[in-house]
């Protein structure tokens, strides 16, 4: 893949050349030089986006920030740590671990992203349900601008009342308006026990019900949908067996985590879910990554059969069945694999072999989404491939706002040119 090729084949670029600072301070320097010779600069983490935000496009100086990885000591009265831009996913984690706490957000990538690029596009992922996304999750942020200054705190203070949040600006702002280079973030209690069950139904609106009637399960974590055609395609790829004897048109993953075993209360939740066809509860630990992988599985399945469009979009979690069955009356060419978050209603829409018709599926699902009151993004960014469609959800009041605080932070555009804020 290397560093001018994203995580999907999909975006492809040119740099000018790649730069691989180990600290903030080389990178100011790297800005400053860049700044003054009139030369674009594109940050990029573990390159594991899907919208084309962390590629050199044009020939753009790549910053990789890969080796800004120092993990600072977990502080247990404040339940914080301070990260650099470059620690993987996996390695907070296990650091968190190692001091009996555990870091709320999780995405399949995470032996890969990196905390920099999680915060710089308000990551989600698989437990948004309980303690939302990485938004949540920041206590601080240091980041360089593109003249080399260096703005942020990484003191983690709970209450602070002195003017703007420039952290929680940073969350999602994609590398356009400062580069991140060390974060300061919560964590979460790491529960000792967990209870994992695939329930199978009939319809997405049925599992919809479900996820509204387990909710009242206060150690609820986790909610996944996917589908048959999607199981079946992980199965053959993985070579690992399905999920039951028989095949059901709907699956959902459900997991809860509590310091005692919440398997007794997931179950009695489920056996008063209607529309429950089929149940498969995880007894041990391998079953339970079984069960786990046929939904993690999906992404490196699909890749399987050549490059996706992968568009992620969300809609109110109410409107999901419906805007699931739009979706499939949209793909009427290619390969469509379908799987998300139902709780918060994210979809990972994936097509592959639609061709032509790509830009019309692009499009059709887009404003399917925003007609709902959705979003073109629930969680991987607007990049260079939704840039342009910022419009369907944002007004241009809105958007004028965007350039203009782009302005304040970039006056001169060094940091990530076309990339979420597009010229007006």
Known sequence: MGFT???TGRHRGHARFVVRPADRDQVAEVLRLCRDEGVAVVPQGGNTGLV???????????LSLT???PLGPVDPASRQVTAGGGVTLAALRAHAAAAGLDFAVDIASRDSATVGGMVATNAGGLRV???GSMREQVAGVEAVLADGRVVGTLSGLDKDSTGYDLAGLLTGSEGTLAVITAVRLRLVPAFAHKATATLAFASTDDAVAAVAALRTLPSLTSAEVFYDDG???VCAHRNVPPPFPVPYPVYLLVECADDTDPTEP???AVEGLSGVLDSALAVDEP???ALWTLREGHADAVNSLGTPLKLDVGVPPSAAAEFEREIRSIVTSGTLVLFGHLAEGNFHVNVVGAGADEDRITEAVLRAAAARGGTISAEHGV???KARWLALTRSPAERDLYAAIKHAWDPEGVLNPGVLVTPR
């Open 52 to 62: 084309g935000g962390g590629i050199a496009h044009h020939g753009e100086v790549l």
């Open 129 to 131: 349900l309980r303690w």
């Open 266 to 268: 997931l179950g009695a």
């Open 5 to 7: 090729t994203d995580w």
């Open 383 to 385: 990049g260079v491939a």
């Open 67 to 69: 080796r800004l990885d």
């Open 287 to 289: 079953s339970r990554r």
């Open 231 to 233: 199981a079946r395609l």
